[in-house]
């Protein structure tokens, strides 16, 4: 099992979108789990506030297109909605990930980057298995989020929903080479950028 988490089971996936990474680029290490924590932070509070702002758009729009629309069909948008936001989270992690800056907003604050295992720059495809590994480990409590009848009748439920979130990022703090879950599974590594001159 740990032979298949150290080469990463994703890995043969996207092997031929890594062949073609640029040389090496020279870091100041791994990065660490409290670095990677507030870095994850940042993004979400920039996804959290662009969600908003779409959300409440499109709430206006179909009010003032159809403002007798009936409860079913709000339970219908809702689905939609958060089925769109996770598209949307996995095309944030992959064009950020895969463009020049080779990082998020929020890890291009705390200097780090992303590579594969020896810091060669991501493909967009390699990026997107990457972006895609993360959403599964942090969908569970997403979707039951959204079930706002299930997640308060059963609140041990929505906490169990964590666990495979806390154990994704948990990774990085028992790696050697302080790797989160949805990292070992792609064969991509995040890095600390060297330090400035």
Request: positive net charge; proline residues 6%; contains cysteine.
């Amino acid at each position: 099992m740990m032979s298949i988490m150290q080469t990463g089971a994703l890995a043969p996936i996207i092997q031929s979108a890594t062949e073609d990474a640029l040389t090496p680029t020279p870091h100041g290490g791994y990065a660490g789990f409290w670095t990677r924590a507030i870095a994850t932070w940042v993004d979400f509070l920039i996804y959290l506030v662009v969600s908003v702002i779409f959300a409440a758009f499109t709430a206006i729009v179909i009010h003032l297109i159809s403002p007798n629309k009936h409860l079913k069909d709000f339970v219908m948008l809702s689905i939609l909605l958060t089925i769109l936001f996770m598209a949307a989270r996995v095309a944030y992690e992959t064009a950020f990930c895969a463009s020049t800056w080779r990082a998020t907003p929020g890890k291009r604050a705390q200097r780090l980057f992303v590579g594969n295992r020896d810091t060669g720059r991501l493909t967009s495809r390699a990026a997107f298995m990457r972006g895609l590994a993360k959403l599964a480990f942090n969908a569970p409590p997403i979707i039951l989020g959204r079930m706002d009848e299930v997640a308060a009748q059963h609140p041990l439920l929505m906490l169990a929903t964590f666990v495979p979130m806390g154990m994704n990022y948990g990774m990085a703090l028992v790696t050697r080479e302080k790797a989160a879950g949805h990292d070992l599974l792609c064969g991509t590594r995040v890095f600390r950028r060297p330090p400035l001159p």
